[in-house]
Protein backbone atom coordinates (compact mmCIF):
# COMPACT_ATOMS: atom_id res chain seq x y z
CA UNK A 1 0.00 0.00 0.00
CA UNK A 2 1.23 3.79 -0.53
CA UNK A 3 1.80 6.05 2.11
CA UNK A 4 0.50 8.94 2.21
CA UNK A 5 1.92 11.42 4.34
CA UNK A 6 -0.40 13.81 5.97
CA UNK A 7 2.52 15.84 7.61
CA UNK A 8 5.88 16.88 5.45
CA UNK A 9 7.37 19.46 7.08
CA UNK A 10 10.87 20.66 5.88
CA UNK A 11 12.13 23.73 7.64
CA UNK A 12 15.52 25.24 8.23
CA UNK A 13 17.08 24.25 11.48
CA UNK A 14 19.27 26.58 12.81
CA UNK A 15 19.99 25.59 16.38
CA UNK A 16 22.63 23.56 16.60
CA UNK A 17 24.64 21.50 13.85
CA UNK A 18 23.35 18.09 13.30
CA UNK A 19 25.34 16.27 11.05
CA UNK A 20 22.73 13.20 9.94
CA UNK A 21 26.11 11.08 8.92
CA UNK A 22 28.74 12.27 11.05
CA UNK A 23 30.49 11.19 14.02
CA UNK A 24 29.24 12.46 17.60
CA UNK A 25 31.62 14.90 17.36
CA UNK A 26 30.23 16.51 14.46
CA UNK A 27 27.53 17.45 17.08
CA UNK A 28 27.59 20.63 18.64
CA UNK A 29 25.73 22.01 21.96
CA UNK A 30 24.30 26.02 22.05
CA UNK A 31 27.44 26.75 23.26
CA UNK A 32 29.52 25.85 20.06
CA UNK A 33 31.63 23.59 21.94
CA UNK A 34 31.19 20.57 20.23
CA UNK A 35 30.86 16.90 21.95
CA UNK A 36 34.51 16.33 22.38
CA UNK A 37 33.54 15.59 26.05
CA UNK A 38 32.38 12.03 24.22
CA UNK A 39 35.82 10.73 24.29
CA UNK A 40 35.81 10.83 27.95
CA UNK A 41 32.97 8.77 29.03
CA UNK A 42 32.99 5.69 30.51
CA UNK A 43 35.71 3.52 32.57
CA UNK A 44 39.35 4.30 32.49
CA UNK A 45 40.83 2.10 34.18
CA UNK A 46 39.77 -1.79 34.70
CA UNK A 47 41.63 -4.16 37.76
CA UNK A 48 45.11 -5.18 36.54
CA UNK A 49 45.69 -8.29 38.34
CA UNK A 50 44.42 -11.51 37.48
CA UNK A 51 45.07 -13.36 40.55
CA UNK A 52 41.99 -15.73 41.19
CA UNK A 53 40.47 -15.91 44.59
CA UNK A 54 37.72 -18.95 44.67
CA UNK A 55 34.42 -18.40 46.70
CA UNK A 56 34.80 -21.90 46.93
CA UNK A 57 37.85 -22.42 49.07
CA UNK A 58 36.06 -19.52 51.24
CA UNK A 59 33.58 -21.93 52.25
CA UNK A 60 31.21 -20.86 49.78
CA UNK A 61 28.60 -24.07 48.49
CA UNK A 62 27.11 -23.94 45.24
CA UNK A 63 23.84 -25.60 45.76
CA UNK A 64 21.41 -22.71 45.82
CA UNK A 65 20.37 -23.50 48.79
CA UNK A 66 23.10 -22.27 51.49
CA UNK A 67 23.53 -18.72 52.47
CA UNK A 68 26.87 -17.78 50.93
CA UNK A 69 27.00 -14.35 52.03
CA UNK A 70 29.94 -14.18 54.06
CA UNK A 71 32.30 -16.68 52.21
CA UNK A 72 31.61 -14.48 49.23
CA UNK A 73 32.24 -11.65 51.14
CA UNK A 74 35.77 -13.29 52.51
CA UNK A 75 36.91 -13.98 49.31
CA UNK A 76 36.34 -10.61 47.92
CA UNK A 77 37.97 -9.31 51.22
CA UNK A 78 41.15 -11.28 50.64
CA UNK A 79 41.21 -10.33 47.24
CA UNK A 80 41.59 -6.75 48.39
CA UNK A 81 43.52 -6.67 50.48
CA UNK A 82 46.35 -8.62 48.30
CA UNK A 83 46.23 -5.93 46.45
CA UNK A 84 43.15 -6.56 44.01
CA UNK A 85 42.55 -9.63 41.22
CA UNK A 86 39.96 -11.95 40.41
CA UNK A 87 36.88 -13.06 42.40
CA UNK A 88 35.63 -16.36 40.65
CA UNK A 89 33.14 -19.50 41.05
CA UNK A 90 33.02 -22.75 40.57
CA UNK A 91 30.22 -23.44 38.16
CA UNK A 92 26.71 -23.85 39.98
CA UNK A 93 23.93 -21.60 41.86
CA UNK A 94 25.22 -19.74 44.99
CA UNK A 95 22.50 -17.77 47.41
CA UNK A 96 23.43 -14.77 48.79
CA UNK A 97 22.59 -11.33 50.47
CA UNK A 98 24.20 -8.01 49.96
CA UNK A 99 27.85 -8.55 49.31
CA UNK A 100 30.02 -5.44 48.74
CA UNK A 101 33.39 -4.90 46.34
CA UNK A 102 36.13 -3.41 47.22
CA UNK A 103 38.78 -1.53 44.92
CA UNK A 104 40.99 -3.56 42.42
CA UNK A 105 38.46 -6.29 42.72
CA UNK A 106 36.80 -8.01 39.84
CA UNK A 107 33.96 -10.16 40.69
CA UNK A 108 33.71 -12.57 38.21
CA UNK A 109 30.32 -14.34 36.98
CA UNK A 110 30.80 -16.42 34.35
CA UNK A 111 29.14 -18.40 32.54
CA UNK A 112 27.48 -21.68 34.41
CA UNK A 113 27.36 -19.52 37.17
CA UNK A 114 24.06 -17.97 39.04
CA UNK A 115 24.06 -15.70 41.62
CA UNK A 116 21.22 -15.97 43.97
CA UNK A 117 19.50 -13.19 45.16
CA UNK A 118 17.92 -13.72 49.25
CA UNK A 119 14.10 -13.26 49.77
CA UNK A 120 14.57 -12.28 53.29
CA UNK A 121 15.40 -8.31 53.71
CA UNK A 122 17.39 -8.88 56.56
CA UNK A 123 20.26 -10.34 54.37
CA UNK A 124 20.26 -6.67 52.86
CA UNK A 125 21.89 -4.38 55.39
CA UNK A 126 20.93 -1.21 55.80
CA UNK A 127 22.89 1.91 54.38
CA UNK A 128 22.62 5.34 53.78
CA UNK A 129 21.48 6.17 50.48
CA UNK A 130 19.17 7.98 47.41
CA UNK A 131 16.66 6.01 46.63
CA UNK A 132 14.08 7.62 44.14
CA UNK A 133 15.52 10.94 44.28
CA UNK A 134 15.88 11.61 48.07
CA UNK A 135 18.68 10.59 50.87
CA UNK A 136 17.64 8.03 53.45
CA UNK A 137 18.32 4.89 55.13
CA UNK A 138 17.63 1.56 52.74
CA UNK A 139 18.29 -1.49 52.21
CA UNK A 140 21.98 -2.35 50.30
CA UNK A 141 21.87 -3.64 47.08
CA UNK A 142 22.59 -7.31 46.05
CA UNK A 143 25.96 -6.04 44.43
CA UNK A 144 27.31 -2.94 45.98
CA UNK A 145 30.45 -0.84 45.12
CA UNK A 146 30.40 2.16 47.18
CA UNK A 147 33.05 4.92 47.91
CA UNK A 148 35.86 2.45 45.64
CA UNK A 149 37.76 3.08 42.61
CA UNK A 150 39.06 0.94 40.24
CA UNK A 151 36.45 -1.98 40.64
CA UNK A 152 34.74 -4.03 38.14
CA UNK A 153 31.63 -6.84 38.17
CA UNK A 154 31.90 -8.81 35.03
CA UNK A 155 31.63 -12.31 33.65
CA UNK A 156 28.46 -14.12 31.30
CA UNK A 157 26.74 -15.30 34.07
CA UNK A 158 23.60 -14.52 36.07
CA UNK A 159 22.43 -12.61 38.40
CA UNK A 160 19.24 -13.51 39.59
CA UNK A 161 17.92 -11.61 42.42
CA UNK A 162 14.50 -13.20 43.12
CA UNK A 163 12.25 -10.16 43.81
CA UNK A 164 9.21 -11.38 43.40
CA UNK A 165 8.41 -11.47 47.22
CA UNK A 166 9.07 -7.71 47.09
CA UNK A 167 7.26 -7.05 44.75
CA UNK A 168 4.23 -8.43 46.21
CA UNK A 169 4.59 -7.02 49.41
CA UNK A 170 4.80 -3.61 47.21
CA UNK A 171 1.81 -4.68 45.17
CA UNK A 172 -0.45 -5.29 48.66
CA UNK A 173 0.62 -2.29 50.59
CA UNK A 174 0.21 0.24 47.76
CA UNK A 175 -3.62 -1.38 47.91
CA UNK A 176 -4.19 -0.04 50.90
CA UNK A 177 -2.32 3.28 51.16
CA UNK A 178 -3.55 4.32 47.61
CA UNK A 179 -6.94 4.27 50.12
CA UNK A 180 -5.16 6.89 52.18
CA UNK A 181 -4.29 8.89 50.05
CA UNK A 182 -0.86 7.91 50.11
CA UNK A 183 0.44 6.43 46.71
CA UNK A 184 2.85 9.16 46.89
CA UNK A 185 5.26 7.30 49.80
CA UNK A 186 4.78 3.90 49.14
CA UNK A 187 8.01 3.01 46.79
CA UNK A 188 9.86 4.43 49.61
CA UNK A 189 7.84 2.62 52.40
CA UNK A 190 8.08 -0.70 50.57
CA UNK A 191 11.99 -1.70 51.28
CA UNK A 192 12.86 -3.28 48.45
CA UNK A 193 16.61 -4.42 47.47
CA UNK A 194 18.31 -2.98 43.96
CA UNK A 195 19.98 -5.71 42.06
CA UNK A 196 23.16 -3.21 41.63
CA UNK A 197 24.30 -0.27 42.69
CA UNK A 198 27.57 2.01 42.17
CA UNK A 199 27.96 5.29 44.63
CA UNK A 200 30.33 7.18 45.17
CA UNK A 201 32.80 5.67 42.73
CA UNK A 202 34.50 6.03 39.99
CA UNK A 203 36.13 3.94 37.04
CA UNK A 204 33.91 0.75 37.33
CA UNK A 205 33.11 -1.20 34.80
CA UNK A 206 30.30 -3.40 34.59
CA UNK A 207 29.95 -6.08 31.99
CA UNK A 208 28.11 -9.07 30.48
CA UNK A 209 26.02 -10.05 32.81
CA UNK A 210 22.49 -10.88 32.73
CA UNK A 211 20.17 -9.91 35.79
CA UNK A 212 16.75 -11.31 36.55
CA UNK A 213 13.66 -10.19 38.29
CA UNK A 214 15.15 -7.28 40.28
CA UNK A 215 13.27 -6.65 43.81
CA UNK A 216 13.58 -2.18 42.89
CA UNK A 217 15.71 -1.10 40.14
CA UNK A 218 18.53 -3.15 38.33
CA UNK A 219 21.92 -1.20 38.19
CA UNK A 220 21.93 1.97 39.62
CA UNK A 221 24.74 4.25 39.02
CA UNK A 222 25.00 7.25 41.35
CA UNK A 223 27.11 9.86 42.53
CA UNK A 224 29.91 8.35 40.73
CA UNK A 225 32.05 8.85 37.71
CA UNK A 226 33.52 7.19 34.60
CA UNK A 227 31.53 4.00 35.01
CA UNK A 228 30.66 1.87 32.12
CA UNK A 229 27.82 -0.49 31.37
CA UNK A 230 28.65 -3.09 28.63
CA UNK A 231 26.70 -5.82 27.07
CA UNK A 232 23.96 -6.12 30.28
CA UNK A 233 21.45 -8.34 29.90
CA UNK A 234 18.01 -7.35 32.28
CA UNK A 235 15.15 -9.83 32.15
CA UNK A 236 13.05 -8.36 35.02
CA UNK A 237 9.48 -9.29 33.57
CA UNK A 238 10.29 -12.87 35.12
CA UNK A 239 7.51 -14.75 36.73
CA UNK A 240 5.42 -11.07 36.64
CA UNK A 241 6.03 -8.08 35.97
CA UNK A 242 7.76 -6.17 39.13
CA UNK A 243 6.91 -2.39 40.37
CA UNK A 244 9.61 0.12 39.31
CA UNK A 245 12.09 -2.42 38.61
CA UNK A 246 13.76 0.22 36.23
CA UNK A 247 16.81 -1.26 34.41
CA UNK A 248 19.91 1.06 34.11
CA UNK A 249 19.23 4.25 36.35
CA UNK A 250 21.96 6.61 36.28
CA UNK A 251 21.79 9.79 39.34
CA UNK A 252 23.35 12.34 39.66
CA UNK A 253 26.33 11.20 37.83
CA UNK A 254 28.88 11.78 34.96
CA UNK A 255 31.15 10.60 32.01
CA UNK A 256 28.83 7.62 31.68
CA UNK A 257 29.11 5.35 28.99
CA UNK A 258 26.20 2.89 28.73
CA UNK A 259 26.63 0.31 25.57
CA UNK A 260 25.55 -3.13 24.00
CA UNK A 261 22.77 -3.16 26.60
CA UNK A 262 19.45 -5.35 26.11
CA UNK A 263 16.76 -4.43 28.91
CA UNK A 264 13.20 -6.15 29.44
CA UNK A 265 11.53 -4.10 32.45
CA UNK A 266 8.71 -3.13 34.07
CA UNK A 267 9.46 0.94 34.49
CA UNK A 268 11.93 2.66 32.43
CA UNK A 269 14.18 1.13 30.45
CA UNK A 270 17.44 3.57 30.27
CA UNK A 271 16.93 6.47 32.91
CA UNK A 272 18.71 9.65 34.04
CA UNK A 273 17.99 11.07 37.07
CA UNK A 274 18.77 14.05 39.46
CA UNK A 275 17.30 14.08 42.95
CA UNK A 276 13.60 14.44 43.34
CA UNK A 277 12.29 17.97 44.93
CA UNK A 278 13.75 20.07 47.94
CA UNK A 279 16.24 17.22 48.94
CA UNK A 280 17.53 16.85 45.02
CA UNK A 281 17.22 20.67 45.24
CA UNK A 282 19.51 20.41 48.01
CA UNK A 283 22.29 18.22 46.99
CA UNK A 284 22.03 20.31 43.73
CA UNK A 285 24.37 17.78 41.71
CA UNK A 286 23.55 16.98 37.72
CA UNK A 287 23.45 14.19 35.75
CA UNK A 288 25.71 14.82 32.76
CA UNK A 289 28.21 13.72 30.17
CA UNK A 290 26.62 10.62 29.40
CA UNK A 291 26.46 8.34 26.51
CA UNK A 292 23.83 5.34 25.57
CA UNK A 293 24.37 3.83 22.12
CA UNK A 294 23.76 0.21 20.72
CA UNK A 295 21.03 -0.81 22.75
CA UNK A 296 17.64 -2.07 23.18
CA UNK A 297 14.46 -2.07 24.84
CA UNK A 298 11.82 -4.56 24.87
CA UNK A 299 8.95 -3.81 27.94
CA UNK A 300 9.42 -1.08 29.84
CA UNK A 301 8.06 2.37 30.22
CA UNK A 302 10.57 4.53 28.63
CA UNK A 303 13.43 3.64 26.02
CA UNK A 304 15.63 6.60 27.68
CA UNK A 305 14.01 8.46 30.22
CA UNK A 306 14.57 12.28 31.53
CA UNK A 307 13.51 12.30 34.84
CA UNK A 308 10.82 12.68 36.64
CA UNK A 309 13.71 13.19 39.15
CA UNK A 310 15.96 16.44 37.35
CA UNK A 311 16.40 18.73 40.30
CA UNK A 312 19.89 18.91 40.21
CA UNK A 313 19.46 18.86 36.16
CA UNK A 314 20.20 16.99 33.12
CA UNK A 315 22.11 17.96 30.68
CA UNK A 316 24.83 17.07 27.98
CA UNK A 317 23.51 13.54 26.91
CA UNK A 318 24.14 11.57 23.18
CA UNK A 319 21.59 8.87 23.19
CA UNK A 320 22.19 7.06 19.52
CA UNK A 321 21.51 3.88 17.78
CA UNK A 322 18.63 2.71 19.94
CA UNK A 323 16.01 0.50 19.28
CA UNK A 324 12.40 0.35 20.95
CA UNK A 325 10.15 -2.83 20.94
CA UNK A 326 7.15 -3.24 22.84
CA UNK A 327 8.16 -0.16 24.97
CA UNK A 328 5.43 1.91 26.61
CA UNK A 329 7.10 5.38 25.35
CA UNK A 330 10.26 5.85 23.22
CA UNK A 331 11.48 9.21 24.25
CA UNK A 332 10.38 10.46 27.76
CA UNK A 333 10.81 13.78 29.39
CA UNK A 334 8.63 13.96 32.51
CA UNK A 335 9.15 16.02 35.77
CA UNK A 336 6.77 17.52 38.65
CA UNK A 337 6.22 21.35 39.71
CA UNK A 338 7.98 20.41 42.47
CA UNK A 339 11.01 18.70 40.88
CA UNK A 340 12.85 22.17 39.50
CA UNK A 341 16.07 21.61 37.25
CA UNK A 342 16.79 22.20 33.71
CA UNK A 343 17.04 19.25 31.13
CA UNK A 344 18.70 20.74 28.43
CA UNK A 345 21.14 19.96 25.13
CA UNK A 346 20.11 16.71 24.57
CA UNK A 347 21.06 14.93 21.32
CA UNK A 348 19.43 11.64 20.56
CA UNK A 349 19.67 9.95 16.96
CA UNK A 350 19.17 7.25 15.11
CA UNK A 351 16.75 5.60 16.49
CA UNK A 352 14.08 2.69 15.64
CA UNK A 353 10.66 2.08 16.95
CA UNK A 354 8.39 -0.52 17.15
CA UNK A 355 5.00 -1.20 18.90
CA UNK A 356 5.42 1.30 21.23
CA UNK A 357 2.84 3.60 23.04
CA UNK A 358 4.04 6.70 22.35
CA UNK A 359 6.75 7.63 20.50
CA UNK A 360 7.62 11.28 21.72
CA UNK A 361 6.59 12.44 25.48
CA UNK A 362 7.19 15.44 27.27
CA UNK A 363 5.30 15.72 30.28
CA UNK A 364 6.46 18.50 32.86
CA UNK A 365 3.69 17.46 35.09
CA UNK A 366 4.09 13.87 35.16
CA UNK A 367 1.62 11.54 37.16
CA UNK A 368 0.34 13.77 39.74
CA UNK A 369 -0.40 11.03 42.67
CA UNK A 370 3.24 10.02 43.03
CA UNK A 371 4.62 13.10 42.44
CA UNK A 372 3.21 15.65 45.02
CA UNK A 373 3.08 15.54 48.35
CA UNK A 374 0.64 16.05 50.47
CA UNK A 375 -0.43 14.79 54.01
CA UNK A 376 -3.88 13.59 54.86
CA UNK A 377 -6.40 14.06 57.74
CA UNK A 378 -5.28 12.01 60.80
CA UNK A 379 -1.48 12.53 60.55
CA UNK A 380 0.82 14.12 62.89
CA UNK A 381 3.87 15.78 60.72
CA UNK A 382 5.79 15.48 64.23
CA UNK A 383 5.20 11.44 64.42
CA UNK A 384 5.81 10.40 60.63
CA UNK A 385 8.95 9.08 59.81
CA UNK A 386 11.80 11.01 58.69
CA UNK A 387 11.56 10.26 55.02
CA UNK A 388 7.86 11.54 55.29
CA UNK A 389 9.18 14.44 56.73
CA UNK A 390 11.75 14.88 54.11
CA UNK A 391 9.01 14.05 51.32
CA UNK A 392 6.54 16.55 52.54
CA UNK A 393 8.98 19.42 52.77
CA UNK A 394 8.14 22.48 51.00
CA UNK A 395 10.08 23.55 47.81
CA UNK A 396 10.45 28.14 48.69
CA UNK A 397 10.00 30.01 46.98
CA UNK A 398 7.78 27.53 45.08
CA UNK A 399 9.58 29.12 41.84
CA UNK A 400 12.32 27.43 42.51
CA UNK A 401 10.58 24.11 41.99
CA UNK A 402 9.33 24.83 38.12
CA UNK A 403 11.79 22.37 36.00
CA UNK A 404 12.59 23.47 32.35
CA UNK A 405 12.78 21.63 29.54
CA UNK A 406 15.04 23.17 26.15
CA UNK A 407 17.52 22.71 23.51
CA UNK A 408 16.60 19.13 22.52
CA UNK A 409 17.54 17.88 19.33
CA UNK A 410 16.08 14.62 18.19
CA UNK A 411 17.06 13.53 14.87
CA UNK A 412 17.15 10.66 12.31
CA UNK A 413 14.12 8.56 13.92
CA UNK A 414 12.00 5.97 12.38
CA UNK A 415 8.53 4.30 14.10
CA UNK A 416 6.37 1.77 12.90
CA UNK A 417 3.15 1.05 14.60
CA UNK A 418 2.86 3.75 17.12
CA UNK A 419 -0.63 4.32 19.05
CA UNK A 420 -0.08 8.02 19.46
CA UNK A 421 3.24 10.27 17.89
CA UNK A 422 4.03 12.76 20.31
CA UNK A 423 2.06 13.97 23.55
CA UNK A 424 4.06 17.57 24.97
CA UNK A 425 2.23 18.79 27.49
CA UNK A 426 4.27 22.14 28.95
CA UNK A 427 2.22 24.33 31.51
CA UNK A 428 1.69 28.17 31.94
CA UNK A 429 4.49 27.92 34.33
CA UNK A 430 6.77 26.38 32.42
CA UNK A 431 6.63 26.22 28.47
CA UNK A 432 8.86 23.62 26.83
CA UNK A 433 10.88 25.42 24.48
CA UNK A 434 13.69 25.08 21.64
CA UNK A 435 13.06 21.78 20.69
CA UNK A 436 14.40 20.76 17.10
CA UNK A 437 13.56 17.97 15.03
CA UNK A 438 15.32 16.22 11.64
CA UNK A 439 14.41 13.15 9.61
CA UNK A 440 11.58 11.69 11.68
CA UNK A 441 9.51 8.77 9.59
CA UNK A 442 6.46 8.09 11.79
CA UNK A 443 3.27 5.70 11.78
CA UNK A 444 0.98 5.80 14.65
CA UNK A 445 -3.02 5.49 14.94
CA UNK A 446 -2.98 9.01 15.67
CA UNK A 447 -0.94 12.20 16.15
CA UNK A 448 -0.80 13.88 19.42
CA UNK A 449 -0.78 17.22 21.26
CA UNK A 450 1.73 19.92 21.78
CA UNK A 451 0.49 22.43 24.55
CA UNK A 452 2.67 25.47 26.07
CA UNK A 453 5.53 24.56 23.55
CA UNK A 454 7.70 27.43 22.01
CA UNK A 455 10.10 27.78 19.33
CA UNK A 456 9.90 24.30 18.21
CA UNK A 457 11.68 23.84 14.37
CA UNK A 458 10.95 20.68 12.32
CA UNK A 459 12.92 19.35 9.02
CA UNK A 460 11.99 16.39 6.90
CA UNK A 461 9.04 14.73 8.80
CA UNK A 462 6.79 12.43 7.89
CA UNK A 463 3.84 11.87 9.92
CA UNK A 464 1.16 9.24 8.80
CA UNK A 465 -1.84 9.15 11.08
CA UNK A 466 -4.22 6.26 10.68
CA UNK A 467 -6.94 8.38 11.95
CA UNK A 468 -5.68 11.20 9.45
CA UNK A 469 -5.40 13.61 12.42
CA UNK A 470 -3.09 16.20 12.71
CA UNK A 471 -0.81 17.52 15.55
CA UNK A 472 -2.87 19.54 18.15
CA UNK A 473 -1.23 22.69 19.11
CA UNK A 474 -2.66 24.92 21.66
CA UNK A 475 -1.15 27.75 23.87
CA UNK A 476 2.19 27.77 22.03
CA UNK A 477 4.46 29.90 20.10
CA UNK A 478 6.59 29.40 17.21
CA UNK A 479 5.63 25.85 16.42
CA UNK A 480 6.77 25.61 13.01
CA UNK A 481 4.66 22.44 11.47
Excluded at 7 to 12: E, G, K, P, R, S
Excluded at 111 to 120: A, D, F, P
Excluded at 304 to 330: K, M, W, Y
Aim: proline share 3%; with cysteine; net charge negative.
Amino acid sequence: MKRIPYLLVVLFFTAGCVQKEGTATALHDNAGQGLSWVEKVGAKSFPERTKAFEVNEYGAINDGLTLNTAAIQSAIDACAINGGGVVTFAPGEYLTGSLFVKEGVNLRIDEGVTLLGSQELKDYPDIDTRVAGIEMVWPAALINIIDQKNAAVTGKGTVHAQGKPFWDQYWATRKEYEKKGLRWIVDYDVKRPRTLLVSGSSNITLQGLTMKQAGFWTVHILYSENVTADGLIIRNNVDGHGPSTDGIDIDSSSYILVENCDIDCNDDNFCLKAGRDADGLRVNRPTEYVVIRNSISRKGGGLITFGSETSGGIRHILAHDLQANGTGVGLRFKSALTRGGTVEDIYLRDITMEKVGVAIEVAMSWNPSYSYSALPGGYNIETVPDHWKVMLERVEPEEKGIPEFKNIHISNIKVEQAERAIVALGVEKSWIHDFHFRDLDINTETAGTIEYARNWTFENVNLNAKDNTTVKVVHSENIKL
